[in-house]
């Protein structure tokens, strides 16, 4: 009993669950400036469900619910060319003995959302050639510029829709499960596989699958597949996993002889793995003593490792995390095996990323800070801030602490910190110097409602507070877009030629600036763009692929992450953002092209006094 309770993951404690036309002496921008983050060969010329509210701090009412879509509701090779490559002959599934059946009609969609609750249309791949969009998603190698990119790719990858033709289910599952991983969505990954009925497992879902529980901590999830890992692949993890899920079944025997085995082949597997297994081996038994574990010992920290450890209760060096890569902050703050004061350091990060949603952060912070014995927290803590934000008894108090939980702005995890705190807070003029730091928190969560109610005290504030209100409002629906804003925005607003081409490429897509004055700005702000990658957009589009145009939309945008400094999105060209957005529109997805034409805003502009 106390190893399945180590092996077993729970989920973070308290949740449930550029540009005007130059002025005078001014430059004109650089059309080149920005770094394409395309795949090679795409360059060459030729409403979101309502969610649970947010776990408060104790002694805290929640606020209403926002409106942000959850960010879980979030290896082919890449054809030179984006037409239909010639399908391939699938790869035959592989059953699993020692798994249950489950039993699916052969073409049913797979997935864990529908139309009602977050997901796509079934014609989310409509027309799709398979081997394609899973070249695409294996090209995502790292958690994406932008937070709300994550979220609708992550309703792409979960949505129930066929398997496009010429790929077989095991390996489009495997291809979405092994992308929502790499962006950190683990849960979201865990539960698409296990919506595949095993009989349809090839390698690539067994390989998929080994990932997915090892970055959960849960050892558990090895031992259906691991018989079967151990005769499609040599890799010395089927033999490790089998010798653990072994000695959690109480077949010591086995497991000894295994390990024993293991331990006889250093060049094979390293020790330092094979002492992990033992100590699993050894507390499944209740007997027996484990050799210690030494982290000097180890070359550095592979999934494997971070994964046995955690379950095992062995303390995982924090330091040591970065190396599992940027999505490792979507794992760890789901991870009860690791130190509170590790997940507590990494929720902000984790929400940037889109791996944890807004709620999910507040809730995180409420559980995993350190309080005195009457809950309460110390002076200054993000803890004490937050509740404060919520609570203290006058609006200036409450903004005061908002302010001191988003610092400069500049970070987008603390942004979505106060996100929670400004929907419960009503619009008050006494805080009008931060009105457009409240209407960019309730965008970053989708809620575009109270946003647009901020407008009044915004209007009523200093120029450049008004001129970033209305750049953020223009984008999300909520004011007009015209060319006197836009042009009073590039004089006030402080985002920098780039940052003033990004909004006019939005509003742009979105169609609110078109004809007049509008193609003259855009003339001389924005390269146009005519590619493979384009054309692609246009056609999913055209045919309401909305998952293939959000697969698509998801591979430009790749970069440094999601949060930080939100640096990334100055490596976004303005003509790529146009072509997303006007894809997104076109393939009735109007809502994410508003969000993600309001982040793109949101991430240039300039950080707060």
Not at 83 to 95: K, N, R
Not at 173 to 197: E, F, K, T, Y
Not at 582 to 604: D, K, P, T, Y
């Amino acid at each position: 009993m106390l190893l399945a309770a180590l092996l077993l993951p729970v989920p973070v404690a308290g949740q449930r669950p550029e540009n005007a036309r130059p002025e005078p002496n001014r430059p004109a921008p650089a059309r080149d400036r920005p770094r394409s983050l395309l795949p090679p060969g795409f360059d060459a010329p030729a409403a979101a469900p309502a969610v649970t509210p947010p776990a408060p701090l104790p002694g805290i009412t929640p606020p209403e619910p926002g409106s942000e879509a959850g960010a879980d509701a979030p290896p082919p090779l890449l054809p030179e060319a984006l037409e239909a490559a010639p399908e391939a002959a699938p790869e035959a599934a592989v059953a699993d003995p020692m798994a249950a059946r489950v039993l699916l009609p052969p073409g049913a969609p797979i997935g864990t959302l529908g139309p009602g609750n977050g997901g796509l249309a079934l014609t989310a791949f409509a027309g799709s050639n398979g081997r394609f969009v899973a070249a695409l998603a294996a090209r995502i190698d790292r958690p994406l510029v932008s937070r709300w990119a994550t979220i609708m790719v992550s309703r792409a990858l979960l949505s129930r829709a066929p398997t496009p033709a010429g790929v077989n289910d095991g390996d489009w599952v495997a291809a979405r499960a092994s992308l929502l991983l790499r962006l950190g969505i683990v849960d979201g990954a865990r539960r698409l596989i296990d919506a595949l009925p095993v009989d349809r497992y090839t390698p690539a879902t067994y390989q998929a699958a080994a990932h997915i529980s090892l970055a959960a901590g849960d050892l558990a999830g090895l031992c259906p597949i691991a018989a079967t890992g151990r005769a499609l692949s040599p890799s010395p993890l089927w033999d490790l996993a089998f010798a653990m899920c072994a000695g959690m079944d109480g077949d010591d025997i086995t497991a000894a002889n295994l390990i024993d085995a293991l331990r006889r082949q250093p060049r094979r597997v390293a020790p330092f793995d094979v002492r992990l297994a033992q100590r699993v081996v050894v507390l499944a038994g209740g007997a027996g003593r484990a050799d210690g574990i030494n982290w000097e010992e180890a070359p550095g920290l592979s999934l494997y490792r971070y994964g046995v450890a955690s379950a095992a209760g062995v303390p995982v060096p924090a330091e040591r995390l970065s190396a599992l890569g940027p999505a490792h902050a979507g794992w760890a703050v789901r991870n009860p095996g690791l130190p509170d004061a590790t997940r507590l350091a990494l929720l902000r990060r984790a929400a940037a990323i889109g791996a944890l949603s807004a709620q999910e952060l507040a809730g995180g912070i409420a559980a995993l800070s350190v309080a005195d014995a009457s809950g309460g927290f110390a002076a200054g803590s993000r803890a004490a801030l937050l509740r404060d934000a919520y609570t203290a008894g006058s609006p200036g108090a409450r903004g005061a602490a908002m302010a001191a939980l988003r610092g400069d702005g500049r970070d987008l995890g603390a942004l979505l910190e106060t996100a929670g705190p400004a929907a419960a807070l009503r619009p008050d003029a006494a805080l009008a110097d931060q009105a457009d730091q409240i209407i960019a928190a309730l965008l970053a969560v989708g809620d575009a409602g109270r946003a647009r109610a901020w407008w009044p005290v915004a209007s009523g504030a200093d120029d450049a507070v008004r001129a970033r209100a209305w750049a953020l409002l223009a984008v999300s629906g909520g004011r007009p877009a015209s060319v006197a804003d836009y042009r009073d925005f590039a004089r006030r607003g402080g985002a920098g030629a780039h940052g003033e081409a990004l909004l006019l490429a939005g509003l742009s897509g979105l169609g609110l600036a078109k004809g007049g004055e509008w193609d003259g700005l855009r003339r001389d702000s924005i390269t146009p763009v005519a590619n493979r990658w384009t054309r692609a957009l246009a056609a999913a589009a055209t045919r309401q692929a909305a998952g293939e145009v959000m697969l698509l939309a998801a591979t430009g945008l790749q970069g440094v992450g999601g949060g930080g400094d939100g640096g990334g999105w100055a490596d976004v060209p303005p003509a790529h953002l146009e072509a997303i957005v006007a894809a997104l529109v076109a393939s009735g997805q109007r809502a994410a092209a508003q969000r993600l034409a309001a982040e793109a805003v949101m991430r240039s502009l300039p950080a707060a006094p």
